[in-house]
């Protein structure tokens, strides 16, 4: 099958310069008939596929009641479930459609509150280069996990600022 661009070219050629089907043939490379097709044709050519089924359709519903039910249920949950009720198809596509449809049942956060005390984001962010570049291996979050408001280097150390009780 040849495409809008080859069919365009092979008409320009016949009908605009007036070139024989062979002078066509040597150069464009296509076959006299479909030559003859192309020159026959008063509509460009296209490609037209039947849309094919999909192994989720049948179970597409009954992914949007259990995500009704619980919007925070895992894919892989949910794909378990369908194998029990006859899914056979693969990972990929259920979980790429449960991937499209899961956000119409979440519920939506309009906002994020994210609270720092004052000169303490700073603090942090700078402890994690420091020892990224240092080469230590202590993590800001083991750090963090002791009741302190944030990680503070004095003297090239991490030192957390404890809360006041907790040393």
Not at 12 to 20: G, I, N, Q
Not at 28 to 57: F, M, N, Q
Not at 143 to 157: E, I, K, P
Request: glycine letters at 10%; one cysteine or more; aromatic letters at 8%.
């Amino acid at each position: 099958m040849i495409g809008v661009e080859q069919w365009a070219e092979i008409r320009r050629l016949y009908f605009v310069e007036r070139r024989s089907k062979r002078a066509i043939h040597r150069l464009t490379g296509a076959h006299r008939d479909t030559i003859t097709r192309a020159l026959g044709s008063e509509v460009p050519p296209k490609y037209l596929r039947p849309a094919s089924a999909s192994k989720v359709d049948p179970f597409k519903e009954w992914i949007c009641e259990q995500l009704q039910a619980d919007p925070s249920i895992q894919s892989l949950r949910l794909r378990e479930m369908a194998g029990e009720l006859g899914y056979s198809g693969g990972k990929s596509i259920f979980d790429d459609y449960v991937r499209e449809v899961r956000p119409r049942f979440q519920r939506r956060r309009t906002f994020q509150r994210t609270i720092y005390r004052p000169g303490r984001a700073g603090a942090v962010r700078s402890v994690g280069a420091q020892g990224a570049r240092s080469g230590r291996s202590r993590s800001v979050a083991s750090l963090l996990g002791r009741d302190c408001r944030a990680v503070r280097v004095q003297g090239g150390r991490w030192q957390p600022d404890l809360l006041e009780g907790s040393a």
